[in-house]
Every structure is written in C-alpha cells, then in structure tokens.
C-alpha cells in the first residue's frame, strides 16, 4: 500500500454511528470516505430505505447528548433549533412503568427528533470538513487485503442502479458502521477470518408508528410512555419532534403485535394499561399511516474476541451489537463509540492507528456492555423469548430490579439512581448499593 493510501481511511455506512466515526477519523487521517447505499436528497432530513426503523420513535440519552456535543460542539443547539425537543424524564413526562406511575422523582433528560432530522444534521456538520467525502448510492461488495497477510487495504465496490464494473478503494482504515444489514462476518470469511460467534435474544417485540399534527395544549406533559408487563406486553409512546409533530409509537410482544390498519391501530392503543395515551390521540389529527417494524432482536457478534483480526479493520455501531430499539440506547452507545475512537487515534499517525486495530476493536466493544445487560435482562422477561433463559441467579436479579423499579416511580433516590443507569451514566451494577437495596427492600410489586 502506497503511503498515500495509508493516510486514507473508510468508513462504510453513513448512519448515526458511521458519521461520528467518519467525524473522529478525521481528526488523523487526511482523507476519509464514507460509503453509503442509499440516495440522500440534498442534505434535507428524509426517509431513506437503509434506515427502516427510522419511523419510529428514536431518543438519544442525556450521555449520549453530552457525548455528542463534544464531538461536534453546539449540534444539540443546531438540534433545537431545527424542532428537536429535549425532555426531563420522568419530570416533562407521564410514564406508567410496569409498576406505577413516575410520580414527583427526579430522573434525566433526552432529546427527542426524529432521526431523519438527526442523520441530516450529522452530514451538514460534517460536510463542512473537506477531508470527509460521502459516496451515496455506492455498495461495498467485499475487503481488499493486503499482500502482506493479515491486514485489510481498502474495499471494493460498486455504484448502485448502474452497470459500472466494481472497483477498489484503498485505505489504511476500513471501518464497517453498515447497522444492522452488515455482511461483515462473511467480508471476514472470504480472508480466510473465522465467523464470530453471536449472542441473539429476540423477545419478539413489534412496532407500529404514526405522525401526529402536535396538539396545542399537551395536557401538562411533553411526552407520554404507557409500558406494557409479562401480564399484558402492549405499551405506547407520544413524543415530541420537529414540524410540530408527535411520533407515537405502539409496541406489542408475540402474539400482541401492534397492527397498521387504522380501526385496528386505534383499538390497539385503547387496550394499553391506561386510557390516557388513547385519550390524548382523541382530538389529535393523525398526519400518516401506520407503519410495522419487527426486527428487534437483540444481537451481539463478538468480534472482539477474535484469536485472529487483521490489521486496518474495525467494527461498530448496529454492525458489532445492536439492541431491542425500545430501551433507546443505539444512539447513545454510538455516540460513545466515537468518542473512544477520537481518544484511541489521538497523537498517532495511520500506520501506527491501523495497526492498533484489534486493541481499538475490544476498546468499542466495551461500550455496548451496559446497554446489552438493561436490554437483554429485561426482554428475557417474557416466556417466549428465544435466547438464553435466565437461571436462578438470573430470576433472582429480575426480582430485585423489579423492586428497584417500583421504588423509583416514587423514591427520590432510587429513581436518580435508576435514571443514571438507564441513561448510561452509571453502570447497572451501582443499583446493588446498599442505600438502594434497603430502599427497595420496602417495597412489594
């Protein structure tokens, strides 16, 4: 690889997760191409094909706010000033738990926008370096290695929708932010990689969204959250986003998937645990149909714990680990993946970058930890999902974080804590302290 192809890097996949990286990378090498399958319209904020779950209700949590904002200073506010909503929850919110209601706690805050609005504004802020390139309507088909063994030298490629013959882009990084439609297993394959193994819990949650023309008055709350239980797993979510819009999102487990056909979806949400988010869609003016998503598996590859990965290659984003969306953690994690990215490069030149791939690629790796025990634990709640059962140890932490939940919708110091793990900001096992226990301790579910 010539020198000049060294200080190039890739990033394949121009979503949440492939902008931030392409944004950190570029603080390094001199040039940085972002491969992208679908068309964009002009920088405007618009549904793409390569993002379907798109439509529905997308948040980013107060560390994944805060980590955005120092990768790119000032975007919430371009994010506010675009109709983006932050939130203080439970405060702004009404939020039946599976418990109760969040009633008078403390918790934290989120921003709300839809994530059309976020994506278009990421490739503004970045477009803006001319070190970043984005080749929309271009398809990656396979890893270039190097002739030395055991690193990976760019990416051959193809342009989508025309009959140009595929060719190669090299570059001393390649990273695959391709979400949740990555091939990367079998790129990895082809070089003669062993498949990685992968942890999978499907609780086999589906989605049905809708637009809403945003009411004038709220009722005294910006956002709503109806959650469902093992009892009955149908819940709903009202928020708010640009345009002056609701995004409102039902949610069904199994058998209780939420339906698309507009007597049906109405019915749906006047099924939930309680009337007030049917109540609310009373005399708001629906702005679109419904529309379905069911792939919410919960799916971790682990290629971090690869005996052998080659040089120049990193995976991140929904392409390494990605979540039920419900938990709203994707985001957030991204976010944080790019700021180990930015710390893991800083001070060092492509070469020596490249060849740290593998220390950077167990680095990311760890950032998905927390949000993996949150979603995972709480969707093996329910009797048919497939994946892993918990055992006597696992049944016995559901127990405990029930309790835990149950006093935070009233328990001023369980629910900061509660809102702290949920929000990334602290990790799950800082529930087990024993000023949260004892105040758990006193409450039945």
């Excluded at 107060?62 to 939130?87: H, K």
């Excluded at 990367?184 to 062993?194: E, F, K, S, V």
């Excluded at 008055?217 to 797993?233: R, S």
């Excluded at 804590?417 to 004892?438: D, Q, Y």
């Amino acid at each position: 690889m010539t020198a000049d192809a060294m200080g190039n890097a890739v990033v394949v996949g121009a979503g949440v997760s492939g902008l931030l990286a392409a944004h950190a990378l570029a603080r390094r090498f001199d040039r940085v191409t972002v491969i992208e399958r679908d068309e964009f319209t002009d920088g405007e904020a618009a549904f793409r094909a390569g993002v379907p779950q798109s439509r529905h209700v997308h948040v980013l949590w107060s560390r994944g706010v805060a980590a955005l904002n120092a990768l790119l200073p000032g975007v919430v506010t371009d994010l506010e000033a675009a109709g983006a909503v932050v939130i203080e929850a439970p405060e702004q919110m009404r939020w039946l738990s599976p418990a109760q209601w969040f009633t008078g706690v403390p918790g934290s805050h989120y921003l709300s926008a839809s994530r059309e609005l976020l994506e278009s504004t990421l490739r503004r802020r970045i477009a803006d370096r001319s070190t970043i390139t984005i080749m929309a309507r271009h398809e990656v088909t396979g890893l270039v290695p190097a002739r030395d063994a055991g690193a990976v030298a760019g990416v051959r490629l193809r342009e989508r929708g025309t009959d140009e013959e595929e060719f190669t882009l090299h570059a001393g990084l390649v990273v695959v932010a391709a979400g949740r439609s990555s091939r990367t297993a079998d790129w990895l394959h082809r070089l003669g990689y062993a498949t990685p193994t992968t942890d999978r819990f499907d609780a086999h949650l589906g989605y049905s969204s809708r637009y809403y023309r945003r009411p004038a008055a709220e009722g005294g709350w910006k956002a709503m959250y109806v959650q469902g239980n093992p009892d009955l797993p149908r819940g709903g979510v009202i928020v708010p986003i640009e345009g002056g819009r609701w995004l409102v999102t039902l949610i069904g487990q199994g058998e209780h998937q939420p339906p698309i056909e507009e007597k049906d979806w109405l019915a749906f949400a006047s099924s939930l645990r309680s009337d007030e988010l049917s109540e609310a869609l009373t005399d708001a003016e629906p702005l679109s149909d419904a529309v379905a998503f069911r792939a919410t598996a919960n799916e971790w590859t682990h290629f971090e714990r690869a005996k052998r990965w080659p040089r120049g290659f990193l995976v991140v984003g929904d392409a390494l680990c990605r979540f039920n969306p419900v938990y709203g953690h994707g985001m957030t994690v991204a976010s944080l993946q790019a700021q180990v990215i930015a710390d893991q490069i800083s001070a060092r030149e492509p070469v020596e970058i490249a060849a740290r791939a593998r220390e950077m690629q167990k680095a990311v790796a760890k950032c998905p930890q927390a949000a993996w025990m949150i979603a995972t634990g709480e969707d093996s709640r329910y009797p048919g999902t497939d994946g892993p059962k918990p055992g006597r140890l696992g049944k016995m932490q559901q127990d405990y974080m029930s309790r835990v939940l149950s006093a935070a919708n009233t328990d001023p110091v369980v629910s900061e804590a509660f809102f702290a793990v949920l929000s990334l900001n602290r990790r799950p096992e800082t529930l087990l302290k024993p000023r949260i226990a004892l105040r758990a301790s006193r409450r039945r579910t």
